[in-house]
């Protein structure tokens, strides 16, 4: 069973940067996709990136395509999700989530954390 933990969110301005970290926990990893997503008050859950185990793929959505980035560290079993030039319309709780085989951007992940909130103001 996978267990995932994240860290790292919080209150920050308008072009600031911010990285987001998911703690993994399980027997191995190897053939496990992870993601990010958000949600925003009021708003559904949202793919914003995600990266498989091998570090062989990743994909973004759009709308953070060139301002955010996600990587992994397979030694601390770690996801990160490094986030430049925010806007405030990133403001939502963020969550990281697992799956076995190909990433996704729907939510039918098997394991997901409890969510980091991340606020930017203008």
């Known amino acids: 069973q996978v267990q995932l933990v994240e860290s790292g969110g919080g209150l920050v301005q308008a072009g600031d940067s911010l990285r987001l970290s998911c703690a993994a926990s399980?027997?191995?990893?190897?053939?496990?996709?992870l993601g990010w997503f958000r949600q925003a008050p009021g708003k559904e859950r949202e793919f914003v990136a995600g990266?498989?185990?091998?570090?062989?793929?990743?994909d973004y959505a759009d709308s953070v395509k060139d301002r955010f980035a996600i990587s992994r560290d397979t030694a601390k079993s770690t996801v990160y999700l490094q986030m430049n030039s925010l806007k405030p319309e990133d403001t939502a709780v963020y969550y990281c989530?697992?799956?076995?085989?190909?990433?996704?951007?729907?939510?039918?992940?098997?394991?997901w954390g409890q969510g980091t909130q991340v606020t930017v103001s203008s």
């Open positions: 399980a027997r191995t990893f190897s053939s496990y996709a």
């Open positions: 989530a697992a799956k076995r085989g190909l990433v996704s951007r729907q939510l039918n992940y098997v394991a």
């Open positions: 990266i498989t185990w091998t570090g062989g793929y990743s």
